[in-house]
């Protein structure tokens, strides 16, 4: 019965290979793909309804028990992600069925974008290290091909560069899971937790976790963040959401598994160099979202103030703080995909890409800047938007810990959130329109569509948080007492 | 053993950071394939050598090698496989783009 587990990264991998040999159908395409998307949302949900009825589910792929086999478990972290993944990924694709254009199209844009999907459900879903590190690759693949599709030279040039810092990571990966395995013996998540806390966590142990802490810092940009402005600002727009939304948040959900499950036993070192970088994280990515001109530059430093932020929630690691982490990241997912779809969307409309040489947009496109307004008041958590419940619970959590820098730099880091997105909002929407109304390029309806939808997630996000609070709160009690997540796999079956 | 194969596990990170940090794109490429063999052999080591039967349970006494390091070392070569082919084809575009394969030359800041 729990094998429905495997769909969310079943189907979205068959659908691709099976979309391939429909290369010249591209409405075929763009439906199944969609209704593909759709589907997988439907099965997290039910997945989300399953865990709060019967705990903690696992499948033991044919029945090899742990920790033998491999196996994909499930808790309302995890689907909580796979279901936020899935629903911003097809509305991406509602975006891109409007804009991408026939050449990419026809170079199996879709599959590529179901691989990415597939390799991110299956990090979130896999109980096995080793898993994690094959799904972080298969994800890692599509967005290589993602960045470079199109053929540009930036585009090469920066696919280059993302592609060798990707494999000197994934390196320091494989030697991280070495040591790891040459110390514990042993790759399934939960034995390594039991394992570590039978043994307790020596200095060798703090050592390997360090070691993912780099790992994982690189693929979340913690810190380690100086490929992701250039990568994120070269591909399509609708691939460059998907990439705000997606890609940092595998590395922040790896690492929440590292340290709440696996090695939580020596909170002085670990989580405090955690909280170190947290803070160096929001001010760098502070003062890039100040002195960028560029609006994607502007925006892709939003992206590492915001993984700053939700670090800042693990750093502290009390159970409100954990909550609202996981609140956050939920509201993250779909806030940054619609500023990414937006600043991209500026850009298409009015070609330029210097906020200075925007004017007025809000004249030739109403709807559009209030949208984008709706937006930057979600990001700096204004209530009762979505980043709004998920900021207050981190704070209050820092307050519980007595972490006050951390809550401070926090909540400082959403005021210059709102000043550099509101200096956007007021030199490009308001002023002396650039455009007349003869040279207004009209937004395809169905960018418009997918930016509602993704403004009407970030109110019920906000608006709806009772509704899910049940969910969030399963996420963060077994988020801070591990040993539910051990017995669920282990000894299920006692 | 497991000392020879650390030594030599050490002078191919050391060849293959020596790649890395050259200008042209292909020695680089070259340096990351290398690195990822210097991995794999480490896996190989620290899951400890060949030093009993194979693994086939009732087969005989024991005590068996532990074989699970060679699985994880097979996926791991599948996959630098198919990323080193990727970054190959990526380079040789680059250099019908570009005319050259020469890190300086591609240069810039992102934001130009």
């Known amino acids: 019965m729990n094998n429905i587990l495997v769909l969310p990264l079943i189907v979205p991998i068959i659908t691709a290979i099976f979309l391939v040999f429909l290369r010249d159908y591209i409405k075929l395409q763009r439906i199944v793909s969609f209704v593909t998307m759709v589907f997988v949302s439907v099965v997290a949900v039910v997945l989300l309804q399953l865990i709060q009825t019967e705990g903690i589910l696992k499948v033991d792929f044919s029945g090899w028990a742990p920790p033998f086999g491999i196996l994909f478990v499930a808790d309302s972290f995890s689907v909580l992600l796979v279901l936020a993944?899935?629903?911003?990924?097809?509305?991406?694709?509602?975006?891109?069925?409007?804009?991408?254009?026939?050449?990419?199209?026809?170079?199996?844009?879709?599959?590529?974008?179901?691989f990415l999907l597939a390799g991110v459900n299956g990090s979130f879903l896999t109980g096995d290290i080793f898993n994690l590190f094959v799904c972080f690759e298969v994800m890692l693949l599509a967005s290589y091909v993602l960045i470079a599709l199109g053929g540009e030279k930036i585009q090469l040039r920066?696919?280059?560069?993302?592609?060798?810092?990707?494999?000197?990571?994934?390196?320091?990966?494989?030697?991280?899971?070495?040591?790891?395995?040459?110390?514990?013996?042993?790759?399934?998540?939960?034995?390594?937790?039991?394992?570590?806390?039978?043994?307790?966590?020596?200095?060798?142990?703090?050592?390997?976790?360090i070691l993912f802490l780099i790992v994982f810092a690189l693929k979340a940009g913690l810190l380690l963040f100086f490929w992701l402005p250039g990568s994120y600002s070269v591909p399509p727009t609708a691939v460059q959401a998907?990439?705000?939304?997606?890609?940092?948040?595998?590395?922040?959900?790896?690492?929440?598994?590292?340290?709440?499950?696996?090695?939580?036993?020596?909170?002085?070192?670990?989580?405090?160099?955690?909280?170190?970088?947290?803070?160096?994280?929001i001010l760098a990515g502070c003062m890039g979202a100040l002195s960028g001109k560029d609006v994607r530059t502007i925006a892709s430093y939003n992206v590492i103030i915001g993984v700053g932020f939700i670090l800042v929630g693990l750093a502290v690691g009390t159970e409100s703080a954990m909550?609202?982490?996981?609140?956050?990241?939920?509201?993250?997912?779909?806030?940054?995909?619609?500023?990414?779809?937006?600043?991209?969307?500026?850009?298409?409309?009015?070609?330029?890409?210097?906020?200075?040489?925007?004017?007025?947009?809000?004249?030739?496109?109403?709807?559009?800047?209030?949208?984008?307004?709706?937006?930057?008041?979600?990001?700096?958590?204004?209530?009762?938007?979505?980043?709004?419940?998920?900021?207050?619970?981190?704070?209050?959590?820092?307050?519980?810990?007595?972490?006050?820098?951390?809550?401070?730099?926090?909540?400082?880091?959403?005021?210059?959130?709102?000043?550099?997105?509101?200096?956007?909002?007021?030199?490009?929407?308001?002023?002396?329109?650039?455009?007349?109304?003869?040279?207004t390029k009209p937004i395809p309806r169905g960018a418009m569509v997918s930016f509602v939808l993704l403004a009407m997630c970030?109110?019920?996000?906000?608006?709806g948080a009772e509704g899910l609070a049940v969910y969030v709160e399963d996420a963060a009690h077994t988020l801070v007492n591990p040993s539910i997540y051990i017995d669920a796999v282990l000894n299920a079956n006692e | 053993m497991e000392s020879l194969m650390v030594v030599l596990v050490g002078i191919l990170v050391a060849v293959a950071t020596y790649l890395i940090l050259s200008r042209t794109v292909l020695r680089v490429i070259i340096g990351t394939a290398v690195l990822s063999h210097a991995v794999h052999l480490l896996i190989l080591t620290v899951g400890g050598l060949k030093k009993g039967d194979v693994p086939l349970l009732s087969q005989s006494?024991?005590?068996?090698?532990?074989?699970?390091?060679?699985?994880?070392?097979?996926?791991?070569?599948?996959?630098?496989?198919?990323?080193?082919?990727?970054?190959?084809?990526?380079?040789?575009?680059m250099y019908l783009t570009n005319g050259s394969d020469d890190f300086h030359e591609l240069g810039g800041p992102s934001d130009e």
């Open chain 1, 85 to 114: 993944a899935s629903i911003v990924t097809a509305i991406c694709l509602l975006y891109s069925f409007a804009t991408i254009g026939h050449r990419h199209e026809r170079m199996f844009f879709y599959p590529f974008v179901l």
């Open chain 1, 158 to 209: 920066e696919a280059l560069k993302y592609v060798l810092i990707n494999v000197v990571a994934s390196w320091l990966f494989l030697v991280a899971l070495a040591y790891l395995y040459g110390t514990v013996k042993t790759l399934n998540m939960a034995h390594i937790a039991q394992r570590v806390a039978e043994a307790g966590q020596d200095s060798m142990l703090t050592t390997v976790a």
């Open chain 1, 242 to 281: 998907l990439f705000a939304a997606l890609l940092t948040k595998v590395g922040i959900y790896a690492l929440f598994r590292t340290f709440t499950l696996m090695f939580p036993l020596n909170p002085d070192v670990t989580h405090t160099i955690l909280g170190i970088m947290a803070a160096a994280t």
């Open chain 1, 323 to 439: 909550a609202g982490a996981v609140y956050y990241l939920l509201h993250d997912m779909t806030a940054k995909a619609l500023l990414f779809l937006i600043i991209g969307t500026m850009v298409y409309v009015t070609g330029e890409v210097v906020v200075k040489n925007m004017s007025g947009l809000i004249r030739n496109y109403p709807l559009f800047g209030w949208l984008y307004f709706v937006v930057m008041c979600a990001l700096a958590g204004i209530p009762p938007l979505s980043g709004f419940l998920g900021k207050v619970l981190i704070g209050q959590g820092a307050i519980e810990a007595e972490s006050y820098i951390l809550l401070g730099l926090g909540f400082a880091s959403s005021v210059i959130v709102l000043y550099s997105l509101l200096r956007i909002f007021l030199a490009s929407f308001f002023g002396e329109t650039v455009i007349s109304n003869e040279e």
């Open chain 1, 458 to 463: 970030i109110v019920g996000l906000g608006v």
């Open chain 2, 61 to 93: 006494d024991g005590p068996y090698t532990d074989a699970l390091p060679q699985a994880l070392i097979l996926t791991a070569i599948v996959i630098s496989f198919a990323v080193t082919a990727f970054v190959l084809v990526l380079a040789y575009r």
